[in-house]
């Protein structure tokens, strides 16, 4: 690193935590023993840096964190980044070049982001860190400063967190396969294949909804995602990309909100395969919606589905499980609203769903908003 600038301390005096930088001026006594007293009862580890990236200040956080102490990391006389941040976790040794913390201060920036420490017993620890660059009267910059925490549990919490929700996601597909089987012992024998076709096409959709909910630890789904993959099926095996227009802003789904959005999608979907503008070559299909903000501080979505160019429609005899599912569960269930019009020239649906806010159960109503 260039030694250019004028360096911050480095010498054994600088064991005297944070000496005044004005020699003489007694009327920053005061201040520097309440900072000391601050900065050493303060549970985040503070480093400060030379412009050679040689410690000169510790606090008492830091010295528990790395398990040195101030006077020993002063008597190394070489870089932090030697002491505590020299090796790999996979064994190769950690050049100080490499390292994104020393780079706060080369490039003039703030640097944030997540290391793998060594403690001074040899043992690692993630640790989440943010390095600024220190400088003088004159803005040259001469240090940096390091704030450091220990995210051993929370990287510990997250990963028994993925494990379970991996192990949810496989009971779920193994619950979805023991109903497949039954329906296949139910629908065995009989000639109407047709049926079971149908309900195959259902399990698979709602396969689909819960694959996206996984990609995000079940805590949410995009929602161009849920659309994208509810016409997947029907959309990728097209020559003509023009049949389909999707078009609306991304947004953050409720798990809840996401596989419902996505079963109907499907039901739509194969409604415009079987009988609508996707059963002939010059039909088209558009998916637009919106984001409107509601007086209670939520979001409600306003998706539009829009056939045209099909053959001629007529309102159908008798609702089925589609109609059924988009006119009946999404206003049930999320306090919405739904339409389906059989207009002549294509059919087009209308929802309107309040989005659920997002969190864990009860976390609405302590935010101040009522929980749906």
Request: aromatic share 6%; hydrophobic share 40%.
């Amino acid at each position: 690193m260039p030694n250019t600038r004028q360096p911050l301390q480095s010498v054994p005096a600088a064991s005297t935590p944070l000496a005044s930088l004005r020699p003489g001026a007694d009327q920053l006594f005061e201040t520097e023993r309440r900072l000391n007293a601050v900065l050493n009862n303060a549970s985040v580890s503070i480093f400060l840096m030379d412009d050679r990236q040689h410690c000169i200040y510790m606090n008492r956080a830091a010295e528990q964190l790395t398990g040195w102490t101030l006077p020993e990391v002063l008597a190394r006389d070489c870089p932090l980044h030697d002491i505590v941040h020299h090796t790999y976790p996979d064994g190769r040794p950690f050049p100080l070049a490499e390292c994104a913390i020393d780079r706060a201060f080369p490039e003039n920036n703030q640097e944030r982001g997540e290391e793998v420490f060594v403690h001074r017993d040899g043992h690692f620890y993630a640790v989440g860190f943010t390095a600024s660059p220190i400088r003088d009267d004159a803005a040259n910059i001469i240090g940096t400063i390091i704030e450091v925490r220990d995210i051993t549990e929370e990287k510990a919490a997250a990963q028994r967190q993925r494990l379970l929700i991996n192990e949810l996601n496989h009971r779920v597909k193994n619950t979805l396969a023991t109903v497949q089987s039954i329906a296949a012992q139910t629908f065995r024998g009989q000639t109407d294949q047709a049926a079971r076709a149908v309900f195959d096409s259902r399990m698979a959709a709602l396969s689909t909804a819960h694959n996206v909910l996984v990609e995000d630890n079940w805590e949410s789904a995009s929602l161009r995602s849920v659309v994208e993959r509810a016409l997947a099926p029907h959309r990728l095996a097209e020559v003509d990309v023009t049949r389909f227009v999707l078009d609306g802003p991304d947004a953050r789904l409720h798990p809840k909100v996401a596989v419902t959005l996505g079963m109907a999608l499907h039901e739509l979907m194969t409604n415009a395969a079987k009988y609508g503008s996707l059963s002939i070559p010059e039909g088209r299909v558009a998916v637009s919606w919106a984001l409107h903000a509601l007086d209670d501080g939520r979001q409600q979505l306003a998706l539009s589905w829009e056939e045209h160019d099909g053959p001629p429609v007529t309102r159908p005899t008798r609702r089925g499980f589609g109609s059924r599912l988009i006119e009946r569960q999404l206003p049930m269930e999320f306090d919405g609203r739904a339409a389906i019009t059989y207009a002549p020239d294509g059919v087009v649906c209308q929802l309107e769903v309040p989005l659920t806010q997002l969190g864990w159960v009860g976390q609405e109503t302590l935010d101040g908003h009522p929980a749906r």
